[in-house]
């Protein structure tokens, strides 16, 4: 195995994978599909990109966005090839979960002999004790933010508030949050979603300076 292996270059057009990962997360919320707050993509050294997004099953479990874009990426082109990478836009988890469904992302991605993931935000509650795989993330502070904001609707500890800034919202808030998010990277525009009013509420939220 050579260092090259491991290297993770063309950042732009990583970003730019990361931009399409924001968006599928943000119309995933706007449909109220009960799809998650994650997203990834396999690409490979072809340039063929698979996307998948966090999505519940039929026993109430979640398959996570990494498994979702794997299962996609073999099922259409089959084995993963060598050189290809991860586009994340939250670091790979590592520990136990019990609404998990199947095995933890880094085992997954080691199974597939993926060497290279790239991240739009670092998980700090999952710590890696060894991995075959490098890790980079974004240098890019709108993608950071946007992919942060995504990741602190199921892990910040202060989720069973019933508002948001003020705005009254049910379960855990994350509509507001999202549409929160989405409305600062689309530099302060108003959502419009006849599918989400909470997602609407949060982006108007952010126009309105709270």
């Known amino acids: 195995m050579r260092a090259s292996d491991f290297e993770i270059r063309n950042?732009?057009?990583l970003d730019e994978i990361l931009t399409r990962l924001c968006e599928l997360v943000i119309r995933g919320q706007q449909k109220n599909q009960d799809l998650g707050m994650v997203a990834a993509a396999v690409l490979d050294p072809m340039n063929n990109c698979v996307?998948?997004?966090n999505y519940p099953t039929r026993d109430s479990r979640r398959v996570h966005a990494e498994r979702a874009a794997i299962d996609s990426y073999t099922a259409r082109f089959g084995p993963v090839?060598?050189?290809s990478i991860i586009v994340t836009t939250?670091?790979?988890c590592c520990h136990p979960m019990e609404e998990r469904a199947g095995d933890n992302c880094q085992e997954l991605i080691e199974l597939h002999g993926i060497h290279k993931v790239y991240c739009g935000y670092k998980d700090?509650?999952?710590e890696p004790s060894r991995k075959t795989f490098h890790t980079q993330f974004t240098?890019?502070?709108k993608i950071q933010a946007l992919c942060r904001a995504f990741a602190d609707t199921f892990l910040k500890d202060d989720l069973t508030e019933l508002s948001f800034l003020g705005s009254p919202c049910t379960k855990d808030?994350?509509?507001h949050r999202a549409g929160y998010a989405w409305s600062q990277s689309k530099g302060g525009r108003v959502a419009q979603s006849p599918f989400s009013p909470s997602f609407n509420n949060g982006s108007q939220l952010h126009v309105d300076g709270k």
């Open 11 to 13: 950042h732009d057009k």
């Open 51 to 53: 996307v998948g997004i």
């Open 81 to 83: 090839p060598p050189g």
């Open 90 to 92: 939250l670091s790979p």
């Open 124 to 126: 700090p509650t999952q």
């Open 139 to 141: 240098r890019n502070p």
């Open 173 to 175: 808030c994350s509509g």
